[in-house]
């Protein structure tokens, strides 16, 4: 049980496009998702907390208007990184927990790139 | 917010050796504290947590303490081998939201 499968596992794009990641909680209904920024050998960049049927809460710093986060369903979470830029060129996961648990599972990531 | 401190960022042990990973945060608040642990390219996965109403927690090799007093908090892996190399995180929340903050990792090295 508790798995979450984002979607792709890797993507290419050309500057100015937008890109969609998808995270799934596959047998469990995900009240509240996470989503991370990782680079390289560092750790784990909360960028916003996402709520089922509310806007999610972005961290100090992260735009927005350029990351876009829409929690529909119970179980699909997705994050538009809007306009990409090479600097937008990182790995960002997602993690997910269960309505009434404290337990977050991830996804496996997706690797972006900006060309 | 809570700030959780990770030490050591880097740790090499042999194998069969013990390894512990320490971490210390700022809220008096925070009440859950899960570990991860994150081989390369792959996603974190949760290996352990304690709640703040428990002092120890076992799970085979792997153990967490916690002080509640001092607000810190640790794993040991006992008996290491080399497929516990990996990047290991912790991380404390609070009750609520359970919005957790993490450490800023360990590289645990295990050499044959």
């Known amino acids: 049980g508790a798995v979450v499968s984002q979607h792709p596992s890797w993507v290419i794009c050309k500057s100015g496009t937008s890109v969609k990641i998808e995270c799934r909680s596959l047998?469990?209904?995900?009240?509240?998702m996470f989503w991370y920024r990782q680079f390289p050998k560092q750790s784990l960049m909360l960028m916003a907390t996402?709520?089922?049927?509310?806007?999610?809460?972005?961290e100090q710093g992260v735009e927005k208007d350029k990351f876009l986060i829409n929690h529909a369903s119970l179980t699909l979470s997705t994050l538009t990184v809007t306009s990409a830029h090479p600097e937008d060129s990182s790995f960002y996961i997602c993690?997910?927990?269960?309505?009434?648990?404290?337990?977050?599972?991830f996804g496996q990531g997706t690797r972006l790139t900006v060309v | 917010g809570e700030n959780v401190e990770q030490h050591p960022s880097t740790l090499s042990v042999q194998e069969g050796d013990s390894a512990v990973i320490k971490c210390t945060y700022s809220?008096?608040?925070?009440?859950?504290f899960p570990w991860y642990k994150q081989e390369l390219g792959k996603r974190p996965q949760l290996i352990i947590d304690i709640r703040s109403n428990v002092g120890e927690k076992k799970d085979q090799r792997i153990a967490v303490t916690l002080n509640k007093t001092a607000k810190h908090f640790s794993l040991h892996i006992t008996e290491t081998q080399p497929e516990d190399s990996a990047v290991y995180f912790c991380a404390a929340s609070s009750g609520g939201s359970y919005i957790p903050t993490f450490g800023r990792g360990t590289s645990l090295i295990v050499h044959p």
């Open positions: 996402s709520n089922e049927g509310s806007k999610a809460t972005y």
């Open positions: 047998d469990f209904q995900a009240t509240t």
């Open positions: 809220d008096s608040a925070s009440n859950y």
């Open positions: 993690s997910a927990r269960a309505t009434g648990r404290t337990e977050a599972f």
